[in-house]
C-alpha cells in the first residue's frame, strides 16, 4: 500500500485491474471454490469470499469493508461483493465502513452458513467434499455456467429454451448417460471414489 501513493494512474490502474483478475479468476474458476473463514476478513478479504460459490465462518468471525477509512474506495472489490451481497447491503457497509459479524455475513448473503468454531468448519469442509465426490465433475462444471448465465436474467421464452437446450445437451453427455445408467442399475456412478 505505502508504494502505491506514489504510483501514477496508470500504474494504479493497472495494478487494480490485474487484481480484480484474481478475484475474477476465483468467480470463473470452473470447479467450486469455498471460503472457510476463521478469523478477520476486511476489504479485500470481503472481495475474496465474494468472489467464492460458497462460503462459511465461524461464529466470532469480523468482516468490513474499511477502505474509506483509508481514504479510498472498494472498488476492484465491489463487482464482486455487490453481485454476492447485493446494492442495499453496500450502501451500508462501503460508506459506513462499519464492522459486522457472522450472524449479519450471514443475513446479507455473504456467507451460505455459520459454526461454532474451528473444529466445526473443518468437519463441514469435509462433509462439503463428501457430498461434491458424489457428483459428476462435468455437471458441476455445467451447473456453474448455468448460474451464471442465468443469474439477473428475465425469465423468458427465449430463457427456458435456452436452457432446455442446455439440460438436453448434458442428458446426452457422458456423465449424464452414465449417471442416469447407474441410477437405473442401482449402483454408483464411474465418477465417485
Do not use: H
Amino acid at each position: 500500500m505505502k508504494s502505491t501513493a506514489k504510483w501514477t494512474k496508470t500504474q494504479n490502474q493497472e495494478e487494480a485491474f490485474k487484481l480484480s483478475g484474481v478475484f475474477n479468476s476465483l468467480r470463473t474458476f470452473d470447479r467450486p471454490v469455498i471460503a472457510l473463514v476463521n478469523g478477520p476478513a476486511y476489504g479485500g478479504g470481503v472481495g475474496l469470499i465474494s468472489s467464492c460459490d460458497m462460503a462459511f465462518a465461524v461464529k466470532d468471525a469480523v468482516f468490513a469493508l474499511s477502505e474509506v477509512t483509508l481514504g479510498v474506495i472498494p472498488a476492484t472489490i465491489s463487482p464482486f461483493v455487490i453481485s454476492k451481497i447485493g446494492a442495499t447491503a453496500c450502501r451500508r457497509y462501503f460508506l459506513t465502513a462499519e464492522r459486522f459479524n457472522a450472524q449479519e455475513a450471514l443475513r446479507i448473503n455473504l456467507l451460505n452458513g455459520v459454526v461454532e468454531n474451528e473444529v466445526e468448519l473443518n468437519n463441514l469442509e469435509t462433509n462439503l467434499m463428501t457430498s461434491m465426490l458424489r457428483c459428476s465433475p462435468a455437471a458441476m462444471i455445467a451447473s456453474k455456467d448455468l448460474i451464471e448465465k442465468v443469474e439477473g436474467q428475465k425469465i423468458t421464452d427465449d430463457l427456458r429454451m435456452w436452457t432446455a437446450s442446455r439440460l438436453a445437451d448434458v442428458r446426452e453427455s457422458k456423465d449424464g448417460q452414465e449417471g442416469m445408467g447407474a441410477f437405473l442399475e442401482k449402483r454408483k456412478p464411474n465418477w465417485t471414489l
